[in-house]
């Protein structure tokens, strides 16, 4: 559920509503003037449409007064060692730390794994986006992701690097 408050423009009268299941919301009983509508926004999303200022007059009936909102979307994997250097991530294979993994497309960032081989990119809007391992000397790539198609809500895991290490 979302939390809508109105105010009036330079007026004393304020109220607040929250969303129904299906987004509806409503304000009856006001008084003839000028209003603006604004959204408690809630944590990881973002705000894409906002109705603005309503006049409200005699008998009005303001409808389609809708603000849009777009989830924040988030891409992650692992990065392991692929001891057999079959591009598939056995039970045997361990994490690796310390590996830098770019995000490349609508967003540009980096990050580095952690203990585990773990990655992740969060706060992500809708796009394409492209992931990039730094390869280290002495390592031959052998799974990489693929494109990530980001739309509101993403949460795609699973976006594995392997490596094998040359001997």
């Known amino acids: 559920f979302r939390r809508v408050l109105f105010r009036s423009l330079g007026g004393a009268a304020q109220a607040q509503t929250v969303t129904n299941a299906q987004g509806y919301y409503e304000f009856t009983g006001l008084k003839a003037g000028l209003y603006t509508l604004a959204e408690v926004l809630q944590n990881g999303w973002q705000q894409t449409d906002a109705p603005g200022n309503v006049n409200v007059t005699s008998g ?52 580095v794994t952690d203990v585990d081989g773990y990655y992740e990119f969060t706060g992500l809007k809708a796009g394409l986006y492209t992931l990039a391992e730094v390869l280290q000397n002495g390592w031959q790539q052998t799974l990489a992701p693929g494109n990530v198609q980001v739309t509101s809500g993403t949460d795609s895991k699973e976006n594995n690097f392997g490596n094998f290490q040359l001997g």
Request: zero cysteines.
């Open 60 to 111: 009005t009936n303001s409808q389609n007064n809708d603000f849009g909102n777009f989830q924040l979307g988030k891409i992650s994997g692992y990065k392991f060692d692929d001891t057999n250097g079959d591009g598939i991530w056995n039970g045997n294979e361990d994490g690796l730390s310390g590996w830098t993994i770019n995000l490349g497309g609508a967003a540009q960032a980096q990050t």
